[in-house]
């Protein structure tokens, strides 16, 4: 498959926006409903799944490193089934500790979007049910502080890069089957910035940029699950030369409950009552995420029924009045070994059904006709 960049028409450094323009005209123009040549509905496809990945940071991020062989089976959840959690949550994180803000030297050109990072995390059942604060120590790249960016030691200055003369820009001859063809492309020595570090800071070898632990504390939201991503936006690594921050992106992953089960926003799980209970109703103490509750068994309930909980379940995520039920599903045990007097009013039971008119009690179970 081509380069994502090349079928968007948009080169490697284009911001969100130009993506999605492109992204737009492109798809109008080899929509399958509009655009009837042959192969446009495959250029549609191909068109689709470079915006997918390039339109997301960090697949992009992993994109421009590994190219497509980062996409596949990174060790990500699958992303499908999240919406747009990620976007939705970013609001609900906020850092804390004296975070460098980038910039501060002179702006120069080139800058470069810093990468975003993937931070997991393992939080319990009910945490995932109920939400919880967490403060996590992250490691990114900052603005270095002895430089505020420039890369240059103290008091020297970046100077005019030699190769471009400042300009930040080469001319390159690309031979093509049509001729050769004059390219501008980025220079190589000072990666488009126009100026080169003669004398690098110590602190960041030039780069601008040091790593830095530093303190997050982070809100996750009631009904998260496993796979569920967060973005705190802007705590990925620092951009270059002025460029905006990555993101840090947080992806949960939720323990298993050794008696619960989540299906969605519903918990799932088992009881088991003895027969009379099953046949007579009661109402038993069942654990749920609240703690033990009441809960009622009408008679003549059968093995494999089911029982709900309502409002015992897990909060919708972006909406936790609304929480799912708590579904109960029924085993019955029966005796395996009968007291002597038990056994005498089961017989005396059976007899009494004998006499009813049941004519097979036996067979059809000893209490299969009492609530048929
Ligand atoms: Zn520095
Ligand atoms: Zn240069």
């Known amino acids: 498959m081509a380069d994502y960049y090349d079928l968007l028409g948009v080169s490697r450094d284009a911001d ?42 960090q697949t992009r991020a992993r994109y421009d ?66 939400g919880l604060e967490r403060q996590v120590q992250i490691n990114h790249l900052e603005t270095c502080s002895t430089c505020q960016g420039s890369g240059a ?4 200055g970046p100077t005019t890069c030699g190769t471009c003369s400042g300009v930040g820009q080469v001319r390159r001859a690309t031979r093509t089957p049509f001729g050769n063809i004059m390219q ?22 030039g780069r601008g940029l040091q790593q830095v632990r530093k303190k997050l504390r982070i809100n996750i939201p009631a009904g998260v699950d496993t796979g569920t991503r967060l973005r705190v936006s802007g705590e990925g690594n620092a951009g270059q030369r002025g460029g905006p921050a990555g993101d840090l992106f947080v992806v949960l992953t939720v323990q298993p409950h050794p008696q619960l089960r989540r299906e969605g926003i519903n918990i799932q799980s088992e009881i088991t009552l003895n027969y009379l209970q099953a046949i007579l109703g009661d109402t038993i103490e069942v654990e749920t995420v609240d703690g033990p ?6 008679a003549g309930t059968q093995p494999g ?43 005396q039971l059976a007899g009494h059904h004998t006499s009813k008119g049941h004519r097979h009690p036996h067979k059809s179970g000893l209490f299969g006709g009492l609530f048929g």
Not at 20 to 26: D, E, H, P, T
Not at 153 to 156: E, N, P
Not at 191 to 196: A, L, R
Request: proline share 8%.
């Open 293 to 298: 509750q009441p809960l009622t068994v009408p």
């Open 184 to 205: 501008v492309v980025e220079c190589p020595t000072c990666d488009g910035s126009g100026q080169v570090i003669a004398d690098p800071c110590s602190s960041c070898n």
């Open 305 to 347: 029924a089911v029982l709900n909980l309502q409002g015992k379940g897990v909060p919708r995520l972006g909406n936790p009045v609304a929480r799912g039920n708590h579904l109960f599903t029924v085993k019955v045990q029966l005796p395996t070994k009968l007291h002597a007097e038990e056994r005498t009013l089961l017989e």
């Open 153 to 156: 030691r103290s008091g020297s």
């Open 65 to 130: 490193q590994f190219g497509e062989a980062g996409l596949g089976g990174g060790g990500m959840p699958d992303m499908g089934d999240m919406g747009g959690f990620a976007d939705l949550f970013e609001t609900f994180f906020s850092g804390f500790g004296g975070g460098g803000s980038p910039g501060g030297g002179p702006r120069r050109r080139g800058p470069s979007q810093g990468d975003s990072l993937r931070y997991d995390l393992t939080i319990s059942f009910s945490e995932a049910v109920f």
């Open 16 to 57: 969100a926006d130009t993506l999605k323009r492109s992204y737009r005209r492109l798809a109008r123009q080899y929509h399958p409903d509009i655009n009837k040549d042959p192969g446009a509905e495959d250029k549609f496809k191909e068109i689709g799944r470079a915006y997918e990945v390039l339109s997301d940071p």
